[in-house]
């Protein structure tokens, strides 16, 4: 999932409904891939219908390839904190479910580090009247979704990335 470039980097976010939020990913500069995906849950290779249940565990996530000459992990969390509300648990919009809880899944410890000093800055802001209430924990498996819901957005005619 390189793209034959060692120095790729890979992230995992999630933050509500896949389809918006691997959209968003796609467009910013620097992101060479994106997948739709399923993470922190206890059941192997689990389908959407699965997840959806809630009875896996898995949130629906986001795994993002970068390229950290152009763009910094740091940046990545910048561009998760604006894409959901950080503050409502397991929900998005309409979405309600533990599969559409706002989470960081980091690869290393660089990573924990910049989670977890992102939202302490965040915090510090004020921006919210209630708790910000992300799970920052580690990766263990990212399962791939379902062919139809990559570049869902895409596929249905949705919007396309400035070029």
């Keep these: 999932m390189d793209n034959g470039n060692v120095r790729n ?79 409502t648990l397991n929900r998005q919009g309409p979405d309600i479910g533990s599969q559409y809880r706002s989470a960081i899944f980091y690869a290393d410890e660089t990573q924990r580090e910049a989670a977890e000093t992102s939202l302490k800055f965040l915090e510090g802001l004020g921006k919210y009247p209630s708790p910000i209430v992300t799970e920052i924990v580690p990766l263990k498996e990212f399962f791939e ?14 919007a396309a990335c400035a070029v």
């Design 9 to 87: 980097k890979v992230a995992y976010f999630a933050a509500g409904c896949f389809w918006h939020v691997e959209e968003t990913f796609r467009c910013v500069p620097g992101v060479i891939s994106t997948r739709t995906g399923y993470v922190g849950g206890s059941k192997e290779n689990p389908t959407y219908e699965e997840v959806c249940s809630g009875k896996t565990g898995h949130a629906e996530a986001v795994e993002v390839i970068y390229d950290p000459e152009k763009i910094d992990y740091s940046d990545l969390l910048d561009v998760f904190w604006k894409e959901h509300d950080p503050t």
């Design 145 to 158: 979704a379902e062919e139809y819901h990559q570049k869902y957005i895409v596929k249905r005619g949705g």
